[in-house]
């Protein structure tokens, strides 16, 4: 069956900004996250959203970041005013309920470069 | 929160040999430690997990061990293969069965090269 898809997978913006990136999870699945993998620091937690709760947002690194969740389903991560550290890999991940035991399926990634 | 910490970065080894990766973690209470393998331009896969009411667990080529006193574990690589070339992360959280409470907290990963 169809994966998580992220879009889009590549996206170069210029200082200053605001870029959205777009994520549609596994149909069927309750729970989402929301990841940054910068060159050499591994997996940085940003928000997590289950069902109708609210989202975790503790990962957030400023108030320039911000997402939702529209429906239980697709979800935008909103950076504004872009600055160079906010290049990365921004991942996506959906799980058939919430909570660490249940496997997160990731999507491909979006390559975000700020100039 | 948790902090895990993850060895070494990087990994060379000639096919064929064993791979050996270990974390550490902060935490006693965490109880559930998974390991995803990410390849080029893909996002990372679950590859294996232990909870923390087991020691070991194997799975073909690969298994963890875990050490709850120490608080560290480990993920081994037998008889590697080219295919085996990736990043792996470690992870590791405090997982109430049925609870969506709680998130995974990762590794900063290791770079294995299988070597033909």
């Known amino acids: 069956g169809a994966g998580v898809s992220q879009s889009p997978s590549n996206k170069v913006t210029e200082k200053g900004k605001d870029v959205e990136l777009r994520c549609d999870p596994i149909?069927?699945?309750?729970?989402l996250y929301w990841y940054r993998q910068s060159l050499g620091q591994g997996l940085e937690f940003l928000i997590y959203f289950q069902g109708n709760s609210a989202p975790d947002k503790s990962g957030l690194p400023s108030d320039r970041f911000s997402a939702e969740r529209t429906g239980g389903s697709v979800s935008t991560l909103t950076i504004q005013r872009t600055q160079q550290e906010d290049s990365a890999v921004y991942l996506c991940a959906s799980s058939l309920r919430g909570g660490p035991t249940y496997e997160q399926y990731f999507g491909p990634g979006t390559r975000l470069t700020v100039t | 929160g948790e902090n895990v910490e993850q060895h070494p970065s990087t990994l060379s080894v000639q096919e064929g040999d064993s791979a050996v990766i270990k974390c550490t973690y902060s935490?006693?209470?965490?109880?559930?430690f998974p390991w995803y393998k990410q390849e080029l331009g893909k996002g990372p896969q679950l590859i294996i997990d232990i909870r923390s009411n087991v020691g070991e667990k194997k799975d073909q080529r690969i298994a963890v061990t875990l050490n709850k006193t120490a608080k560290h574990f480990s993920l081994h690589i037998t008889e590697t293969q080219p295919e085996d070339s990736a990043v792996y992360f470690c992870?590791?959280?405090?997982?109430?069965?049925?609870?969506?409470?709680?998130?995974?907290?990762f590794g900063r990963g290791t770079q294995l090269t299988v070597w033909p």
């Open positions: 935490d006693s209470a965490s109880n559930y």
């Open positions: 149909s069927g699945h309750t729970a």
């Open positions: 992870a590791a959280s405090m997982a109430d069965r049925g609870s969506t409470l709680g998130r995974l907290y």
